[in-house]
């Protein structure tokens, strides 16, 4: 009986040992100077058990340094609660470094002291690089250029963006409180015979100088007639003189019927405006019968041909 409890004493114990286990490990034990060891971390206890974890510092020694480390992940299995972490050290020196023990510890919720269990150290060797101290030493390489990436621009492309909306929409606000259409729709021209036509026809419903108004008359009659004149022979007549109108119209070759019927209203015109004339009822309506014959005369016409051909008649 006492043979048999010693058997199960010495199980328990042997199980309880197995169950706090640490294990330290590197992936090569030889690198050049720079280079890095992967170093795995494990360790397991009895999850009844409170587990402590090291605290490493990013520096090793005097040699060996911490440049990388993975958090420590945590699991649990079959009673066994597992620590495990990955590091990354490397060294700037050469020579052979030992990677330290670390300690680990547990204790149970009962005991308050602490049970230490201590990996094993690792000898990492670390080698130089050859140099070729017969060649002569060569400069140092500049920094290297790199192509730009479609990322480095999308800041300025995404600013360009956005300042074009931000102009757009104070431009549609500006255009919608002066009531304006934010893109003015260009109206088709109007003939210049049309246009001339029908500003005579309005300013004869006005009746000017029936209501003593002659000046007021005349000025628009000319007016008129001098802005067909210039769009329709691209002679400047609102700045020149009768005379000088005349002249400009010799080369376009009007009948001459018609030029004496202008020449007659614009000269009648003249005198009106310098107070040296006081025409008859019958002279006013006259000269705007011959502005209108005049724009009747010399008006653009199209003509279609077999070849689609536009000819100007005049």
């Known amino acids: 009986m006492k043979r048999f409890l010693s058997l199960v004493l010495l199980s328990f114990l042997s199980l309880s040992i197995f169950a706090q286990e640490v294990r330290v490990s590197i992936d090569t034990n030889a690198i050049l100077i720079g280079e890095q060891v992967k170093v795995n971390i494990n360790y397991q206890f009895p999850s009844d058990k409170q587990g402590y974890f090291p605290f490493l510092p990013d520096s090793l020694g005097p040699n060996l340094e911490i440049v990388e ?8 299995n079959k009673g066994i609660t597992r620590f495990f972490q990955e590091l990354r050290v490397t060294a700037f020196d050469s020579g052979y470094f ?17 049970q230490i269990i201590v990996s094993d150290p690792h000898l990492i060797n670390v080698f130089t690089v050859d140099a070729d101290t017969t060649q002569p030493i060569k400069p140092l390489v500049g920094p290297m250029s790199e192509p730009y990436t479609l990322m480095e621009f999308l800041p300025w492309i995404l600013f360009i963006l956005a300042l074009g909306a931000l102009i757009f929409t104070a431009f549609y606000f ?30 004869r419903l006005k009746k000017l100088w ?21 769009e329709r022979f691209d002679v400047m007549a609102i700045e020149m003189t009768t005379h000088e109108i005349l002249d400009g119209l010799e080369k376009h070759l009007i009948n001459g019927e018609v030029m004496q019927k202008l020449k007659g209203s614009l000269e009648l015109a003249d005198l009106v405006k310098f107070a040296k004339a006081n025409p008859t009822p019958l002279e006013n309506d006259t000269c705007l019968n011959h502005g209108i014959d005049f724009v009747n005369e010399t008006k653009q016409i199209e003509v279609e041909t077999k070849g689609e051909e536009v000819v100007n008649v005049g």
């Open 69 to 76: 480390r993975s958090n420590i992940d945590t699991s649990f």
């Open 98 to 114: 030992v990677l330290p023990a670390f300690s680990f510890g547990y204790k149970s919720e009962l005991d308050s002291a602490i």
């Open 174 to 203: 500006y255009r919608k409180r002066q009531k304006k259409p934010l893109f003015k729709k260009e109206e088709p021209k109007i003939p210049a015979d049309e246009k001339a036509l029908d500003d005579l026809a309005r300013l």
């Open 210 to 230: 029936q209501v003593g108004k002659v000046k007021e008359y005349y000025s628009e009659l000319t007016e008129i007639v001098r802005i067909y004149i210039e």
